[in-house]
Structure formats: C-alpha cells, structure tokens
C-alpha cells in the first residue's frame, strides 16, 4: 500500500522496537480523561521526542546567543550549532550542497518565499501555473496572490475517485505558456503519493521548474531531492518531530541565487547604503534578520533520531499500520474511507453514516482518541467528495496497532450514540 512495503525488504536498521520508540516521547503517556491518549494527529503536527528536548534544552542553557554577528564564545557555537543543523537536513534529503538549503518558518513560508523570490521575478502576464486538486490551502493560495498580481493563470490536475491524481490530464495541461508546477508529495487530507518523480521529469522536458510540497511526505519515507531532480522541495519541522516555526526550503542552487530575496532585512545584505544594498549569497539572502536559531537546531536533532530508527523501518512499520487499519476500518458497516489509492502514506480520511465529523471528533476525544476533523486545509479535495469535512486519523510510527483497535472500538461507541 505505501512505499514501505518494498522497502521492508532492504530493512537494514536495527530490530523496529514499538515500546522502546514510545518510551521516548513523554506525552505519549498522558491520559484524556482517563484514557490513554491515542495519537492519531500527526499530520497536523508530530511529537517531540525527549532526545530532542534534550537538545532544545541544553543549547538555550549553555550554548544560547545570536548567529553570525559576534566574535564571542557563545555566539561561534550558535552559529556553529545552526549551520550543523542545516548540514544535517541536506544530508537527510541527500542535497548536493548546505547552501542549497534555507531555513524559513515552515511549509507555508517557504512556499510563499519561492512566489515572491521566484515567481514575481519570473512569471508574467498570461503565463501559467499547474496546480493539483490535492494541494494544501498553502500551495493554492500563495500561487493565486501571485497569479492575480501578475495576471497570470493557475492550471489544476484533476484526481479520480480514489483520490488519485489523473496524470495524463496533468500532462495535457502544458503549454506554451506553462511556467511552473507546484505539486504535493503526499496529500495531507487522504494520503495520496503522487508519482512526483514522473510529473517532475515531464515538466522539465518541457523547461519548466517544479516545486514539490514535501510536508507529508518526509515524516513517512525516504526523500532524495536529487533523485527527484525538482528544482524546490519544501517541508515543516513539526511534523517531523521537531519544534514548531521552523521549516525548509531546498533549491537548486542555480535557481536561487537567481531568485530575488523575499524578505529584507539584516543578514542577508553584503553591504548597505542609502544609494544601494547588495545582497547576501544563498541562503543568507533568504534568512533575513534572527533566524529560529533554537528550532533550527532541534529540527537537526530530530532528523538525526528519524534516521537512528531509519527511514525504511518508520515506513515499513506505518503501512503495516494503513494496513490494519483500513481493514480494521472496511469491516465496519456505515462507515467509509474517502481516499483509497493504491499508493498511500499512513492517513485515513473516514466518514461514518449519520454523524457529522465534529461529533465524530468530540466523541472520540472522550475515549482519548486524537482525531482531526474538517477539510484539512483542503477545501478542492473536500469539494471533488462532495463532503464539508472528514475525520482524519494520521499515523506516527510511533503509534501501535493497540491504538488502532482503540479507534475502532471508539468508532463504534459513536455509532451507537447515534444509534
Ligand atoms: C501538504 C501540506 N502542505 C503544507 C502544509 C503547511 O504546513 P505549515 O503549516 O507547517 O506551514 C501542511 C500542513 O498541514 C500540509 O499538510
């Protein structure tokens, strides 16, 4: 069902231990209203892992001041300490180089960087844009601000029933006028893999760059933005079980040092006057003023902990979870799976018969059940199924199949209040 079938086979990390990945994040062992919390939000935001907080803690204890600026002690570490964590995010998405990799806030940010810096410079009236129905409210909106700016025209992939994007329609799309194509990996509402390999080499026969919304696809599986050859690759640091308010931008670095900066500001200037202000080389130029130091650093901590259990296990154990699930799930009588493509990430979107999916919520919570309801910042996805909203269980690798039957049974203690 998802890529970590195959890639069970060239397991080559350590045993996958459940109990000893959950003994390490704290929150894992609160209860609801005494319940055992089962965590099943992890699209919108993963746990922090207590190694990490261990990092977070010790560089605001000992290691705490700004980057780039000073000559002292503290602040050489803190530099230092940032600009390791950026190695270790071009290492985990395999880019060629550190330089190709800029912090920002999160996904949102990072995209609405590549809008500004990118496409204002580039993209003019009557050109177009090709967008799928599968896209996060984040990579629609900014490329509508940019596309009524400029006069230019967003284009969308449509998708089939099983949520599946139609590639041959997306093919047809281009034209002369195409200029760009901003795609999501994985669709955070039902979990979809795009092939965005494929969409990315037939954009670029035709000369056209392509963004690639990474947020849900590397919580779940092994990314290489090199083999992938797209020209950016955003992702969000709290999904990964890192702090919130730091994110990633990659970029060719062709393509960004030919990129306007986005925001101005100190740091990202070589020289300032009145008259004339040189900018920065990359990043720098697109980090301006004090970046996320601290969460900069806890995101490089949580990436050397994904990759300690290893990617292939993480992805391996979530789709014997998607698995189980969506069995689990297609046994029970009135309830439905909106999102059902052969190629998954570990998101279940449900409806059940009757109940609106806040009530499915509200219920759920009061067995200890974390679910996210409504249109998961992805009202076209919504508007293709003809629903307002959906129920949302998400899976970490750190959930177990316990917490599956957890839901099941709570599914069916909604069931029977709306009996
Ligand atoms: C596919 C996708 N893109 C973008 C975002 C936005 O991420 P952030 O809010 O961290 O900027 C999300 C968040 O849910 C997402 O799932």
């Known amino acids: 069902m998802t890529a970590g ?61 700004n980057v780039n600026r000073g000559v002292h002690f503290l602040s050489e570490t803190a530099t230092a300490a940032y600009e390791e964590a950026r190695g270790k995010v071009q290492r985990f998405i395999n880019a060629r180089e550190d330089r190709e990799l800029v912090f920002t806030s999160g996904t949102t940010d990072a995209i609405n960087l590549v809008t500004h810096g990118y496409g204002r410079k580039f993209i003019g009236p009557g050109d177009e844009i090709i967008l799928t129905t599968l896209e996060h409210h984040s990579n629609i909106v900014p490329w509508q601000m940019l596309a009524e700016d400029k006069g230019a025209k967003l284009r969308v992939a449509p998708i089939n029933d099983a949520g599946e994007l139609l590639v041959d329609e997306y093919e047809k799309l281009f034209n002369a006028h195409t200029k760009f194509v901003a795609v999501t990996h994985v669709s955070n509402a039902l979990g979809t893999i795009n092939p965005v390999k494929r969409m990315i080499a037939f954009a670029h026969a035709r ?19 090199q083999d992938l050859d797209c020209d950016f690759y955003a992702f969000s640091g709290h999904k990964l079980c890192g702090p919130t308010g730091i994110g990633v931008l990659y970029g060719k670095a ?11 500001g100190g740091d990202m200037i070589l020289s300032v006057t009145f008259e004339k202000t040189t900018y920065n080389t990359i990043p720098h130029k697109f980090e301006a003023g004090t970046p996320p130091i601290a969460a900069a650093i806890g ?59 806040h009530d499915v919520g509200t219920l759920l919570n009061q067995e200890g059940i974390a679910v996210r309801t409504g249109h998961h910042c992805a009202q076209p996805v919504m508007r293709h199924f003809r629903v307002p909203a959906t129920s949302r269980a998400s899976f970490a690798f750190y959930n177990g199949m316990a917490e599956v039957d957890a839901l099941i049974a709570g599914i069916r203690t909604v069931q029977k209040v709306f009996a």
Do not use: W
Request: aromatic share 6%.
């Open 5 to 65: 079938r195959t890639a069970l086979k060239s397991l080559s990390t350590p045993a996958f231990s459940l109990e000893r990945v959950r003994a390490d994040f704290p929150i894992l062992k609160l209860e609801i209203g005494g319940k055992p919390l089962v965590y099943f939000d992890n699209a919108a935001s993963s746990q922090m892992p207590q190694p990490v907080i261990d990092r977070l803690v010790r560089y605001q204890t000992t290691q705490h001041a």
């Open 207 to 225: 000369d056209v760059p392509v963004l690639v919304d990474g947020a849900q696809a590397v919580p779940h599986m092994a990314v290489d933005v």
């Open 254 to 264: 062709a393509v960004l040092e030919r990129m306007a900066p986005f925001k101005g």
């Open 299 to 357: 995101l490089g901590a949580a990436v050397d902990y994904i990759l300690a259990i290893g990617m292939d296990a993480i992805a391996a154990h979530e789709c014997d979870l998607l698995e189980y699930a969506t069995a689990q799930m297609n046994r029970l009588s009135g309830v439905r799976i909106v999102g059902t493509a052969a190629q998954k990430a570990a998101v279940l979107s449900f409806m059940i018969d009757g109940v609106h999916p």
